[in-house]
RNA sequence: GGCCCCAUCGUUUAGCGGCCUAGGACGCUGCCCUCUCACGGCAGUAGCGCGGGUUCGAAUCCCGCUGGGGUCACCA
């Protein structure tokens, strides 16, 4: 029995019944407008006390690859976003690659076909251009429907030739409350009829998506914005596996604004800024990286925008999404990860640093006690100096060479003081004679033999001992280093450097 | 072109009829702090797209316009 109205009903699933899902395809590398969506979603579910489905829609044998998937795998497990149910940790709903799902697809088909809901369609793409051009329709009406009619359908049908399988849609308005914009109306006649089935048993996207979130009691479906105008076809279709006894309601929409890139244009997957990896490799902090993201559509309160994962669990609602797309902003993003990086314990943001140490070959793979030492020594010395941790190399680098590795670079050797030389000579006197190598001691000693001694200005004084240690214009606070490097280094590289001036 | 969505400082966001002389954050500018760079502190800069309504009163509600975006596949 096919109704001419959409009869099935919304759900009405509040707090722990909430389900919602996160289902990428998996091509290409993950997105920063994925890893939003995935990160709302979760969001959603924790806020709510409900479930998170991972499900992964790879029916799309041209474009999807084993690596893309792993990639998402290793994004959301990076992220910190676990999820209840689905790839991994299985469930009552397996399995969730849509790949291995065929026959459970077949089986839905087969019910919609027996209640009247699906049709064959013999129609190729040129008759369809054809019909419409014969008609005087625009072509890009796209499919009449025709096929409805059986009479009509047996024009079409050619020898050895499969048909497609469509849906039959209801010829009325089509309306929906949306959880991020409100009420939605699409107009009778708006789509027609869509294939749901290639002509080789194929099941499509169209069909595949609804029947698994109906399947696994997804009630809050919550994806991006270009996916809207989808959503009334889906509409249909729920209301057509409700009508067949498929499913006992048709679930809550949200479409998500976009994350967008430079100009007015979506952030493209070119685009280096939206790829997830690339942000990691540049340093961002999951908690950055996070925190940014749900900014972009999304605030947790009108003077702070500064949150943890768990702040963001505790304060989320869908409701509450912006319906506006908003820019990727490289230097805010950069700002709210430099304020997490300062939210780590000195521990944990040292040992964060290793990995971006160890890739620019500034640490090995074996790290030695000695190394750690230096670092565990260093890390609070620079923790508030860091925007991304890629600066670790840059910055610490020269903590970790011995005084002849030391290369000084150009611009550190600009600004020096013309009597470069003597202030080296009297720098190094001093320390000669300082017996405990502390910073304070440190500190008192040049402070007596440059500023008081010599009368120099302090820029002048202890710019060229900066360079001489860590060949660098910029670094870490100077006596701290030098206590770090120890008496011995410390006097080796400033002679060094002495006999280059 | 049809249909749909969107519209507050440069960017992001607060605002859901009077609390708005429109708030925060990032950015930018200046100052303070200072051994470099940062952090931090202080100050400043800058916005309701336009036109009609509704109302005692509109950034907020309604309509139109303009502008932007999306979508119209046997991709997802």
């Known amino acids: 029995m096919t109704s001419s109205a959409i009869t099935a009903p919304f759900t009405t699933a509040t707090g722990s019944d909430v389900v919602v899902r996160f289902c990428p395809s998996p091509t290409g590398t993950p997105h920063v407008g994925l890893v939003r969506t995935a990160l709302f979603n979760w969001a959603y579910a924790r806020h709510t006390g409900g479930k998170f489905v991972f499900r992964i829609e790879d029916t799309d ?41 065929t026959d459970i697809y077949l089986e839905i088909v087969e019910k ?15 008759d369809i251009d054809a019909r419409n051009e014969a008609e005087g329709r625009a072509k890009q009406l796209g499919y009449g429907n025709w096929e409805r009619d059986a009479s009509e359908r047996a024009k079409y049908i050619k020898d050895g030739v499969s048909p497609a399988l469509r849906l039959r849609v209801p010829d009325v308005d089509i309306t929906f409350d949306d959880l991020v914009r409100g009420e939605i109306t699409f107009p009778a006649g708006s789509f ?20 698994d979130d109906a399947l696994m009691g997804i009630t809050h479906v919550l994806r991006g914005e270009d996916l ?41 997957k070119r685009d280096p800024e939206s790829n997830l990896f690339h942000h990691r490799d540049r340093g961002f902090i999951p908690e950055g990286l996070l925190n940014y993201l749900a900014l972009l559509g999304w605030g947790i309160s009108a003077e702070r925008d500064i949150f943890s994962l ?67 020594a260093a890390a609070p ?20 060479k011995t005084a002849d590795e ?28 300082v017996s405990d190598f502390k910073t304070e001691a440190i500190q008192e000693a040049l402070n007596h033999a440059l500023i008081e001694v010599l009368e120099l200005k302090p820029r002048f004084a202890f710019g060229p001992l900066r360079t001489g240690i860590s060949g660098r214009r910029i670094s870490p606070p100077l006596f701290e280093s030098m206590e770090i490097l120890g008496k011995e280094e410390t006097i080796k590289r400033l002679a060094a450097f002495a006999r280059t001036v």
């Open 61 to 101: 044998a041209e474009r999807d690859s084993e690596e893309s998937f792993e990639m998402i795998l290793e994004a959301l497990r990076w992220l910190g976003l676990n999820w209840d149910e689905g790839v991994g940790v299985g469930g009552p709903n397996e399995p969730y690659r849509q790949s291995q799902r």
């Open 112 to 126: 919609l076909k027996a209640s009247g809901h699906l049709y064959e369609s013999y129609m190729s793409g040129e």
């Open 192 to 211: 027609p009829d869509f294939v749901v089935v290639r002509p080789n048993g194929q099941p499509l996207y169209t069909l595949v998506n609804p029947v």
């Open 228 to 268: 809207l105008s989808s959503t009334p076809r889906q509409i249909a279709l729920y209301n057509a596996m409700f009508e067949a006894g498929i499913t006992k309601f048709i679930p809550r929409f949200g479409h998500l604004p976009y994350v967008m890139g430079e100009g007015n244009k979506k952030l493209s």
């Open 310 to 376: 768990d702040e963001l669990a505790e304060h989320f609602d869908v409701e509450n999404v912006n319906p506006n797309p908003a820019r990727f902003d490289q230097k805010k993003a950069d700002a709210i990860n430099a304020s997490h990086i300062r939210l780590l314990s000195v521990d944990d943001f040292a040992e964060r640093l290793i990995p971006y140490l160890q890739s620019a070959g500034v640490l090995g793979h074996q790290i030695s006690d000695v190394q750690r030492a230096t670092l565990k």
């Open 381 to 400: 010395l620079v923790q508030e100096r860091m925007v991304v941790l890629s600066e670790a190399p840059g910055l610490l680098g020269f903590l970790f």
């Open 406 to 433: 030391i290369v000084i670079e150009d611009d550190a050797r600009e600004g020096m003081p013309e009597n470069v030389g003597e202030v080296l000579a009297a720098a190094i006197g001093a320390l000669e004679n």
